[in-house]
């Protein structure tokens, strides 16, 4: 039987050369792997609130119960619209192919917390009851009640204290509040989330969103939704409608405005350039503490390199050395970063309403990413290696 001994020498032969020389100094170590954790926490953070970003923003379009979308020129996003004049809706209908073309109404109203008696902004959105307008089963099976006056429907995944009001409707009590001057009736609860831009969203039929907003008129339509008879293709009814429509209105299929609204954010959004910009700032920290350690890691064994360079290794086998230490590196620092995260989006998911998950994707693009900012640090950190020569050193 080989003895515990050998056993352990065996295995000190077998461990890469890499981790013996990261082990050697153990606060360097400890100081490297801290700092890529804090470099891969950061990323994280910036790419789960930069998803979020999307997500919240594209909610709605996405579960948008329509074929074709109408739109103004002048409309941005979800959030700024702008408004078209309703007519254009009965001119689609002239187009073969357009079966129904039902208004959607949307803007921003302070509403009165049940809860705790402020106000807040919440994303009010007006729609024809008798069609639904949005892929939402917990909606759409509630159209009878969004029929009634001042009555609205209210997201509970809503940003802020609403625990106790949801827990007394479900109890079957009665909630009122106030937007504005008027009265409104909570007559229903449906769950999409907060966004960066309101708390929450309310939802009622486009004749109480016209008393809830009463500078908006009738005819100022913030999106057209048109439904095509079945043997009709999309993109060639989108073509006839170019054609026959005024300049003032944009045709986009369900899709394509899908990714209207994501070119905006991506291309306009000054939160996506600065979710980016963190992004880009986690990767450049993280270069730079790996850089630090591996080149104070270089500088205190250059005598062994050039010894090695002295018995004939060569200049690759050497280089391996330090790619090994910095692949592992990437490996130390990444596995507490990521559960670090994991409950930093927890923290911040329960406080703000966002939609922060973490994704086996994400997880594999930041563990990528350490991977490429540790290899480069250490590509970095070699160019004194093999510059070393031994008759300079000894």
């Not at 890499?18 to 170590?29: N, V, Y």
């Not at 579960?63 to 700024?80: E, P, R, Y």
Request: glycine share 8%; net charge negative.
């Amino acid at each position: 039987m080989i003895s515990v001994g050998k056993f352990l020498k065996t295995l000190q032969d077998r461990t890469p050369l890499g981790l013996l020389q990261l082990k050697h100094d153990r606060t360097r170590l400890l100081t490297a792997i801290a700092g890529i954790t804090f470099a891969d926490v950061l990323i994280f953070m910036q790419l789960g609130f930069s998803d979020a970003l999307y997500r919240t923003n594209t909610k709605y379009p996405r579960t948008l119960n329509a074929d074709i979308v109408l739109l103004s020129t002048q409309a941005q996003n979800f959030g700024s619209l702008y408004t078209f004049p309703q007519r254009r809706l009965y001119q689609a209908l002239d187009v073969p192919g357009v079966a129904e073309a039902d208004p959607l109404y949307i803007g921003s109203v302070q509403w009165l917390n049940p809860q705790t008696r402020e106000k807040t902004s919440m994303l009010l959105i007006g729609q024809n009851p008798e069609q639904p307008a949005f892929d939402l089963p917990a909606v759409n099976a509630q159209l009878e009640t969004l029929k009634r006056p001042d009555t609205v429907l209210f997201d509970q995944a809503s940003r802020g204290q609403y625990a106790d009001i949801i827990a007394q409707f479900e109890a079957g009590e009665d909630i009122s509040t106030e937007i504005g001057l008027r009265t409104v009736n909570i007559g229903g609860l449906f769950e999409v989330g907060a966004s960066f831009a309101d708390d929450g969203a309310l939802i009622t039929n486009d004749q109480n969103f016209l008393r809830y907003v009463p500078r908006r008129e009738a005819g100022a339509v913030s999106v057209g939704l048109l439904h095509l008879d079945p043997d009709y293709e999309v993109e060639t009814v989108i073509a006839q409608l170019e054609e026959h429509l005024p300049a003032d209105v944009q045709v986009f299929s369900k899709a394509g405005y899908v990714d209207f609204e994501l070119a905006y954010i991506q291309a306009r959004s000054p939160i996506g350039f600065v979710f980016g910009l963190g992004t880009v700032m986690g990767f450049i920290v993280g270069v730079v503490i790996v850089y630090q350690v591996l080149s104070t890691d270089v500088n205190s064994h250059l005598a062994e390199y050039a010894t090695f360079k002295a018995m004939g290794y060569r200049n690759s086998y050497l280089l391996w050395i330090i790619f090994e230490e910095a692949l592992i590196l990437s490996v130390l620092g990444f596995l507490p970063g990521i559960m670090i995260a994991t409950g930093l989006y927890r923290l911040a998911s329960a406080a703000t309403a966002l939609p922060l998950v973490m994704s086996g994707a994400r997880g594999l693009l930041v563990l990528m990413l350490t991977m490429v900012m540790c290899a480069g640090s250490g590509a970095i950190a070699t160019r004194r290696l093999q510059a070393a020569d031994p008759a300079d050193i000894f």
